[in-house]
């Protein structure tokens, strides 16, 4: 497959998880903590599975993905005191999140499955948690689909 990033942006649509607007990452994502306010946005076709984290403090984004729409059989649990932090009372307060890179060519985009982006839907705050399971952060993004 010899994909575009305009390819990417096609994926199959999937339904929506969150509404768009304001994330607060309280201590930073892990090589930028001092960028902590981002704005959510859709990316791509309606209902896409795909969202873009823009900093609204400096020039920084990242292309997230719903790692349900790539990676069905995925499962990220949190630890207890990630979700008490969070204000989680339970797992529908939760949406969960993957950041994807893009190589050269998007066919070779990969997901971080091992710190998955965990935001409390009802108040925007957010966190990168980093699992102990033996996930990667470079999972390629269409080998699971069958790309």
Not at 38 to 48: D, K, P, Q, R, T
Not at 51 to 61: A, C, F, I, Q
């Amino acid at each position: 497959m010899n994909a575009t990033l305009q390819d990417l942006s096609n994926a199959p649509a999937a339904p929506p998880t969150h509404p768009a607007g304001e994330i607060i990452f309280d201590h930073g994502l892990p090589g930028f903590p001092s960028t902590r306010r981002f704005l959510l946005e859709a990316w791509g076709v309606a209902n896409g599975p795909f969202s873009l984290l823009r900093s609204v403090e400096r020039d920084t984004e990242f292309l997230l993905a719903d790692p349900d729409v790539f990676f069905p059989d995925y499962t990220a649990e949190i630890d207890d005191e990630t979700a008490t932090w969070l204000g989680l009372r339970q797992a529908d307060d939760a949406v969960l999140f993957v950041i994807v890179t893009v190589g050269d060519r998007a066919d070779q985009a990969t997901a971080n499955l091992l710190g998955p982006i965990v935001v409390n839907r009802s108040t925007g705050r957010a966190i990168q948690a980093v699992l102990n399971e033996g996930f990667s952060t470079r999972e390629p993004l269409f080998a699971t689909r069958g790309a």
